[in-house]
């Protein structure tokens, strides 16, 4: 497998800093999850922002861009206030999502088409230094086409519709989310977009959509941080990586 079809994994770290400030401490310390997660054979990070800070915290971004190894891929809001924190530490990635203070979990793709010359504007000077603007979108031909218009280098696709029905046993549903995701990939790359994917991905969900030849990247983390509890966060990731490679082959 060449590094032109290896599908690279991004493992999401946010909900170690879940379970750290749930008691207001500084254990289980985040940056040791990256590192674990480098060794396990993550090909990136991915830490969300969030303007709360209900996880992440801008001590953990300042401590994960002196240590990681791979590429760090910056999940923000597209706020002023994360856009001078990202031109401060220019990350290798930035994924713009949408963000509301009452959701749980990021709910669904960012809205592109309604906003596209206000977008256009706040990722120039990103790209200008330097970091890989991503957009996190739902499997939606119009968002798709505003991505690319804005000038968005990347964008991933929101897997969460499809990982819900299929955990929830609707299983037509499932596979009607899981042929819009085949679709709108094929279609992001004729138009010369990356594709990555993300949101939901299980062991049970992982491999139609690892098998997309189109997508580079899948982003992956409060699983796996949940299967660390029983597994232990390397032999989960191992497990993953073993899975996606599977599929891809």
Do not use: W
């Amino acid at each position: 497998m060449t590094s032109e079809t290896r599908l690279r994994l991004g493992v999401n770290i946010d909900h170690v800093a879940t379970v750290r400030n749930a008691r207001g401490g500084a254990y289980p310390d985040p940056l040791r999850a990256a590192r674990i997660a480098e060794a396990a054979g993550a090909d990136g990070i991915t830490a969300h922002l969030r303007e709360d800070r209900r996880h992440i915290s801008d001590a953990d971004i300042e401590g994960l861009m002196q240590v990681l190894t791979v590429p760090l891929n910056f999940e923000m809001a597209a706020t002023d206030e994360m856009q001078r924190i990202a031109l401060r530490h220019k990350p290798h990635a930035v994924c713009i999502v949408p963000e509301k203070r009452e959701e749980r979990t990021t709910e669904g793709g960012l809205e592109v088409a309604r906003e596209e010359n206000k977008l256009a504007h706040y990722i120039a000077p990103l790209r200008a230094a330097g970091c890989r603007v991503s957009i996190f979108i739902a499997a939606d031909r119009r968002q798709i086409e505003a991505a690319n218009r804005i000038g968005a280098e990347v964008i991933e696709l929101h897997t969460g519709a499809y990982c819900d029905a299929f955990a929830e046993g609707r299983m037509d549903e499932a596979d009607s989310e899981l042929d819009k995701l085949r679709e709108m990939s094929a279609f992001a790359h004729e138009l010369g977009l990356e594709v990555h994917a993300g949101h939901g991905l299980s062991y049970d969900t992982v491999s139609p959509v690892a098998a997309f030849p189109e997508v580079r990247e899948l982003n992956i983390g409060h699983f796996l941080i949940g299967e660390s509890i029983f597994l232990g966060l390397e032999p989960a990731i191992r497990k993953m990586r073993s899975m996606m490679d599977a599929a891809r082959a």
